[in-house]
């Protein structure tokens, strides 16, 4: 069975990549899927992200990259899968995500949504609070993977974490350099 994992993945973190490994246990293939969304000012491009998402994926043989726009029922069609992969984090996760695979189901009934929860560890992780503690010079080296952290760093305009989890300094904003909208 095919399962695609779709979603913004600006950037991708460490909770979305125990998802795919996870994912890959249990589907033949996993096709994780960037949305190419002209509604949203990314931090990265498509591009930057399908490269960062490939390098974090490469130890595993059946995970695919990709990206697609318009719906998503249609390109899961397309590339013949069967199943949404999402994860649920949260009761918050829940209704967003409950709703999506109901709207997904009225467009195709053949499509099912299937929901693997957070490993406890990821529980609190996301994309946005990836960038936030980096906007604000803190480490992110444990929530990302290190070509991850990086590149963020880079946006940031700091090579390397300025204020480390357990320190008290303060220090001043950073600027940030988000990606140009997607044409
Ligand atoms: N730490 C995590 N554990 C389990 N599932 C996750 C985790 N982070 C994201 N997901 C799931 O991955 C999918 C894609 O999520 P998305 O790209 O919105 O990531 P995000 O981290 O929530 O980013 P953002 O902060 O931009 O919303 C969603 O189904 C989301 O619930
Ligand atoms: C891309 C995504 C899965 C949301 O992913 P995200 O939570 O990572 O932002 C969702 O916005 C989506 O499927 N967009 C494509 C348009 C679509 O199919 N809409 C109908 C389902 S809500
Ligand atoms: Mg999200």
């Known amino acids: 069975m095919i399962a695609i994992y779709p979603g913004s993945f600006d950037p991708i973190t460490l909770g979305h990549l125990d998802l795919i490994q996870r994912g890959s246990r249990l589907f033949e293939r996993v096709i994780v899927a960037v949305l190419r969304n002209p509604n949203k000012v990314p931090l990265f491009s498509v591009q ?28 899961a069609q397309m590339r013949h899968a069967q199943v949404l992969l999402r994860g649920l984090r949260a009761v918050s996760d829940f209704e967003v995500e409950l709703q999506m695979a109901h709207t ?16 406890n560890e990821y529980s609190f992780l996301s994309s946005s609070v990836v960038k936030e503690i980096a906007r604000f010079g803190g480490s992110i080296d444990h929530l990302v993977p290190p070509h991850i952290a ?25 600027k940030s350099t988000p990606a140009q909208r997607e044409p």
């Not at 009934?109 to 299937?114: G, L, N, P, R």
């Not at 760093?153 to 904003?173: A, D, G, R």
Request: proline share 7%.
């Open 48 to 75: 930057q992200r399908l490269d960062q998402i490939r390098l974090s994926c490469q130890h595993l043989p059946n995970v695919e990259v990709d990206s697609f726009d318009g719906l998503t029922v249609n390109y």
């Open 104 to 119: 997904n189901k009225t467009l195709s009934t053949q499509i099912e949504t299937v929901f693997l929860a957070t490993s």
């Open 150 to 174: 990086l590149d963020i760093y880079q946006c940031y305009n700091h090579k390397s974490p300025m204020l480390n989890p357990i320190s008290t300094e303060v220090t001043p904003p950073l």
